[in-house]
Each structure stands twice: as structure tokens, then as C-alpha cells.
């Protein structure tokens, strides 16, 4: 059962009962994400998720580990382009301790100068970790390029020389400035009686407070074509290919979704089936769509070998065009339909799940949407829908290009109609 509420400070709540199972996750999301940062502060919102976890006035580092190790629970935390968020998971009868725990780190964690120095390190390494890991590289590479000049194309990670020169007093401020009740939300699924949660959650937030209103600035992005290439000395091209997308409330999301799907979203997907099982020149091909608030990217990837990367993006605008130019037929969308139903409904299986997308549905919609709702939505999709949406955003003529590794530009730029 969902209930939401809020707590006097302005905190907001929303829960859904599952009495069914053992246990239970609770979330906290905070309404800022790297698309928050201004010019000198890349990384900060990543950062900071690091940070609530290197010590609190009444826990170490290791204690803070020990101590959901001894719960048989997880937490952990994880930092987007529009929120950061923090969570933990344990069975039910651990709820009160693990909540205690969260809300220690949330609250009290005390970014002491020596981690923040230690932690430097860390990111550090997990920047050089992308640089080697050509599937993440490029696509970082896309969404800066496709998204030029705007906090969106930003890596979240942020940027070595802004991570070096960071100071415990600027991540103070940047939590000072974003982590406000207002720009917070819980979000509890499992199994817990909902008086009691609701008890704990005042005291242990209740008091959270800022004294001024939080610093957002945010825009809607545009989408650029072109063409980047970043020569690289490796064994496989690396290419992403991208389109405008859709806002995450866009009327239109549900036919996105089944363009994606038919486009590269599964192995049945026509990408997949012309480019690796028809003719074997991929490892990995896929498509996915990157929605935020008020703007969104559809993106194409594919990994193969150098001196075959013009004739892929050949074959991924064909398959493209065609789309764009004669849709989809019966037989196509009805399975379409039945693999987006039966992705939500397995996607839901689990109490992290259904927290996130509690959360989801109250930050990006304001209201939760029930499975019968979402399902409806599905079964009302037409092909006219999709081949409408599909004309509008598979323009090839205007996409953009990104490769790296040992590919030529001038080649690839002869692969685009």
C-alpha cells in the first residue's frame, strides 16, 4: 500500500507496504547531481557521496562498515546527473538500527581534511578507471559532445584538476547551498509497520533544517551534431551515435521506450540481430535512452573492429532511416509492447526497485504511477505512435558522432548521409 507524508520540516515521504517479504530498503534522495555544479565544482556532488561514509562524530570509517556488515544488510550510494542518493537494505527486524545508521551519516558525517585529502586519491582512481574502460570513455565523450556547453554533458565524476584542488570548506558550502529539506525526499518499500516508521523518521529528520532557500539553476539543454574522434591505441573502435531524446515526463515516453526496444534495447532488437548475428561485426550493440527533467538523449553504441567502424554506422543509419522511414509492423510492436510489460513488472520484483521507483515517480511526476497504470499506457501504444515519434528523432542528417580508438575521421564523416 502507498502512502506518502511529509514531515514538518518540509522532508517528503512516500512508502508502499510489502508485507509479503523480509525486509526492507529506505532511500534518501537529494535533488542534486552533477548538472547542479557551477564552473570550479565538477565532481563535488559525486564527492560528497563519498564522503558521508568516511566518518561521523560517533563512527568511523570501519565502524560504519562493521556495523551494516553485523546487520547482514547494504548500503550504499550512488550519484546521477539530477540527484544523489543514499540507501540501505536489511531485513525488517533491523529497520530501526539501519535507519539510525542513515541518518548518522546524513547527518553528522564530519568531511574531516585528512579523508577529504585520502579520498582525493580514490576518485582519482576511478577517473583513470574510465580512461581505461573504452565503453565508459566514450560514452562520456558523446554526452559532453552532444550536449556542448551545457551542465548535463558534464562527466559526473568531475575533472582531475578540480578534484585535486578542492577543500573541505567547498563541499561544506555546496552542501549548504543543495541539501535542503525542501530538495529531499525518502523513499521506503518492504515490510515495516507505518506508524512506527513514520515515528522514527521524525525524530531522526524531523530536526533536519537550513535557514535559507536552495540554489537551483537549471535549463533544458540542447543537442548538437558532428562529428569527435579521439585517436586511441586500441584493439576495437568504440561508437556512439546520438539522438535528441525526451524529458522523463514527456507525453510521449511510453512510444520512446518501444522505439528503443526495437532499435537496439534487446537481443531481438534489430541493431543487435542485423549487425552482430546477421553479419558478426559487433560484440556489443545497443541502444538506450538518457531522460532528465527537461531534456533527454537517445544514444547508439557499438564496439567493433577499426577497419569495419564506417561500415557499422553505414548499417546503423540504414536500419535507422528505415525505421524512421516505414515503422513498425503489427507483429513487431505487439512484441515490443509484451517485452516492456514484462521488463517493468520482473524490474519491480525487489524492494530496492520499488524504492527507487517511488522515488522516481514522486521527484519526476509528482504521484506514483501503479503497474495497471503504466500497463495501460503500454497496451494504448500504436504503431502510429512510435513511427511518429520516430520520424521526429531519427534524423541521421543531424545525429551526432563519436569514436574512439584507431579510426579514421574523414572515414567515418564519408559513412554519414
Not at 530536526?207 to 536552495?214: E, K, Y
Not at 544514444?299 to 516505414?326: F, G, H, K, Q, S
Request: charge should be positive; aromatic fraction near 6%; hydrophobic fraction near 35%.
Amino acid at each position: 500500500m502507498y502512502r506518502k507524508f511529509t514531515l514538518d520540516n518540509g522532508v517528503r515521504v512516500v512508502t508502499e507496504r510489502m508485507p509479503s517479504v523480509k525486509s526492507v530498503t529506505v532511500g534518501i534522495w537529494v535533488n542534486v547531481g552533477s548538472r547542479d555544479e557551477e564552473t570550479g565544482e565538477e565532481g563535488y556532488s559525486h564527492f560528497i557521496e563519498h564522503m558521508f561514509f568516511k566518518g561521523t562524530r560517533t563512527r568511523s570509517a570501519a565502524q560504519i562498515s562493521l556495523e551494516i556488515d553485523a546487520l547482514g544488510g547494504e548500503m550504499n550510494a550512488f550519484t546521477g546527473r539530477e540527484t544523489t542518493t543514499f540507501y540501505v537494505k536489511v531485513l525488517d527486524q533491523h529497520l530501526d538500527h539501519a535507519l539510525a545508521l542513515l541518518a548518522d551519516l546524513f547527518h553528522h558525517s564530519q568531511f574531516h581534511p585528512k579523508e577529504v585529502e585520502k579520498e582525493k586519491q580514490v576518485v582519482l582512481e576511478e577517473v583513470r578507471m574510465v580512461e581505461d574502460d573504452p565503453e565508459d570513455l566514450v560514452q562520456d565523450l558523446h554526452t559532453e559532445q552532444m550536449l556542448k556547453g551545457h551542465p548535463l554533458g558534464r562527466p559526473i565524476l568531475g575533472r582531475p584538476e578540480t578534484i585535486q584542488r578542492l577543500r573541505r570548506e567547498d563541499l561544506l558550502r555546496f552542501i549548504e547551498a543543495h541539501y535542503h529539506p525542501s530538495q529531499t525526499l525518502i523513499s521506503v518499500a518492504g515490510n515495516f509497520e507505518p506508524a512506527g516508521l513514520r515515528r522514527t523518521l521524525d525524530r531522526l529528520f524531523g530536526g533536519f533544517v537550513r535557514w535559507h532557500h536552495p540554489r537551483l539553476s537549471r535549463w533544458p539543454s540542447d543537442v548538437f551534431g558532428g562529428l569527435l574522434v579521439r585517436r586511441k591505441p586500441l584493439q576495437q573502435a568504440h561508437l556512439c551515435l546520438g539522438f535528441r531524446g525526451l524529458p522523463l515526463d514527456d507525453k510521449n515516453r511510453y512510444a520512446l521506450h518501444a522505439l528503443n526496444a526495437v532499435m537496439g534495447g534487446s537481443v531481438s532488437s534489430r541493431l543487435f540481430q542485423e549487425i552482430r548475428e546477421r553479419r558478426g561485426l559487433a560484440y556489443s550493440i545497443y541502444s538506450y535512452a538518457a531522460s532528465f527533467s527537461d531534456s533527454g538523449v537517445l544514444t547508439v553504441y557499438a564496439a567493433t573492429r577499426p577497419r569495419e567502424a564506417t561500415r557499422v554506422v553505414e548499417l546503423i543509419c540504414r536500419e535507422i532511416r528505415r525505421i524512421a522511414r516505414d515503422g513498425l509492423d503489427r507483429k513487431e510492436l505487439q512484441k515490443t509492447k509484451d517485452q516492456m510489460k514484462g521488463s517493468l513488472m520482473l524490474s519491480l520484483e525487489s524492494t530496492q526497485s520499488r524504492m527507487s521507483k517511488l522515488a522516481k515517480d514522486e521527484l519526476y511526476h509528482g504521484r506514483p504511477l501503479s503497474l495497471a497504470e503504466v500497463t495501460a499506457k503500454i497496451d494504448q501504444l500504436t504503431g502510429h505512435h512510435v513511427h511518429h515519434l520516430a520520424r521526429t528523432l531519427l534524423d541521421t542528417s543531424s545525429m551526432s558522432i563519436t569514436a574512439l580508438g584507431p579510426v579514421s575521421g574523414r572515414a567515418l564523416a564519408s559513412a554519414i548521409p
